[in-house]
């Protein structure tokens, strides 16, 4: 292993990312409790978790907030966030996958890759994140290396770099070949440790072909592997480990480790391969930001200007907990810092080493570093904070668009205000969620990602504040499009009321836009519309987009373009352009042939096979498109798009139907256009 005297050398950022149920949550109490951080095997059945501590994880065995912990491991800290795996709650993925530097990807080894394992690999693909894959569950029956290992390559399409053979199957699952030392390491009932050995005769040619294997496929994507395999015909470990290293950091391949975390067989080398493979934060490239418009880089050095991403927002009975990633630069205790979306400065009161709800208290924390801060009012996930004479704007986690929403009231009238200030709270702690009042009705919309999360959050509002809730139907958010738009539509606006008036004339086309979203453009010539109105226009056009003739809905998928327009000498101004863009655009889209679409998911449902024709003719009674079928482990798997307002009450549906024994997951896939019998509800 390589040695380096910084001691941001030591220092590793990670996430578990895996679908629910996966076992990321017990490899995560694995972990704590093999290198000493815990002295008791935590269990999600027994709700003694130390990640999964708030009361509605343990009620409902999943892990629904992402939780930091710190612990170390052969002279390294490992700054660890296990994070949610039901895709109601990928927005906490996202805003922890924006500060981590790699991750460990859970898999099922009897399910291999499911809905959600590919929702998250995609999202550490969006930000580059490293992983390295753990096949947990060997000891289920059913279970197999090879077969989800094959799924990894065929769904997420990585490399994958199998460095371990296991010893035993299901029941019989007893250790591990570790393929770059040739030696066996197997954990006997009731130990901690493994026990190392030789590789037991019945593997020895197994193990050497996998050991080749690698071998040929490591040289093949790294010069310096290649350049050793050609000399002498085989790698030697350190190479090996080496490249495998360099292939995991740059993205070129994933390094995959097998065993079973609720064993507590295979922990250890997975932590090893943390150390060896996963980057530091001095591995990564610095932090880009921008300042007056120009980008600027902050290097991962505790002596360079401070810069620091919140990225999770939490209120205790202690206080409000404000997460940061520490990007370069220190932090200490009785600092002020600078939030530059606000511009606001504020103290720092107090600093933690964050273990999930327990706290350790620090007196600075510098480049690398997930902390806690106590003392931030206004800093939201996503704020950049930094040092007041050196100010930066780091890019924030995208937050997703709520497509769920129901209706919440105060039972008691006199709780109204209560109500609206715990919501309020809600939102501050949860990006994703947002809150409105229906201008029609004047009832108060909570808006998410999914049934689920709007559960939670309302059980939250009931738990944590006391309140009596009245809670409507869930509905889903549809959003409208053009289907054939309108070419060399004129709107004049003219407006005299004393003094000077407003004046603008546009002529706009409006089409469908396949790639979704909205485009402006302008094809004016001659200066008839100045380029400020034409941005005024823009502007407008914009603002109409809020609310739609179909049913007031969002409007997207549209190509807006100004082809002429005429000014007044006196009376024209932007604001005048911008009215008219407003309402020349809605106008345009009344006259338009519109379109609305609701929200769509892929369901993967799986049931045992005797009750596969029940589920399917209820699938296609919700308007579900069946787009595969499998078998796996004895259970027939069916995948559909369904429409999302098509699955409230699904889960209660499918246990009455399975007698309990079917399952179900469900992964956004974007929106579809709705029949006209929903139009015209």
Known sequence: MRTNTNPLATVRNLGILAHVDAGKTTVTERFLYTTGTTYKRGEVHDGTTVTDFDPQERDRGITIFAAAVSCSWDGHRINLIDTPGHVDFADEVERSLRVLDGAVAVFDAVAGVEPQSESVWRQADRHGVPRIAFVNKMDRAGADLDTAVASIRERLHPVPLVVQLPIGAEDEFTGVVDLLHMRALVWTDGADTAEEGPVPDALREEAARRRRLLEETVAERHPAALEEFCDRETLTADTLAGALRDLTREGDGVVVLCGSAYRNRGVEPLLDAVIAYLPSPLDVPPVRGTHDGTEQERPADPAAPMAALAFKVNATPTGRLTYLRVYSGTIEKGDTVRDTGTGRTERVGRLLRVRADRHDPLERAVAGDIVAVIGLKTARAGSTLCAPGAPLVLEPPGVAEPVVHVAVEARRATDTDRLASALARLTEEDPSLAVRTDPETGQTVLSGMGELHLEVAVERVRREHGLEVTVGRPGVAYRETVGEGVTGFVHRHVKQDGGTGQFAHVVLDVEPREEGGF???????????????????????????????????????????????????????????????????????????????????????????????????????????????????????????????????????????????????????????????????
Not at 536 to 554: I, K
């Open 519 to 681: 485009e402006f453009r302008s094809t004016v010539v001659g200066g008839r519309v100045p380029q400020e109105f034409v941005r005024a226009v823009e502007a407008g056009c914009r603002d109409a987009l809020a609310e739609g003739p179909l049913g007031g809905h969002p409007v997207t998928g549209l190509r807006v373009t100004l082809t002429d327009g005429q000014t007044h000498v006196k009376d024209s101004s932007d604001n005048a352009f911008r009215t008219a863009g407003r309402f020349g655009l809605r106008d345009a889209l009344r006259a338009s042939e519109m379109v609305l679409l609701e929200p769509v998911v892929e369901v993967t449902v799986t049931v045992p096979e005797d009750a596969v024709g029940g589920v399917l003719g209820d699938l296609a009674a919700r308007r579900g498109r069946v787009t595969g079928s499998d078998r796996r482990g004895g259970a027939a798997v069916v995948t559909a798009t369904v429409p999302l307002a098509e699955l409230f009450g699904y889960a209660t549906r499918l246990r009455s139907r399975t007698q309990g024994r079917g399952s179900f997951t469900a992964r956004p896939t974007g929106y579809a256009p709705a029949p006209a019998t929903v139009a015209a509800r």
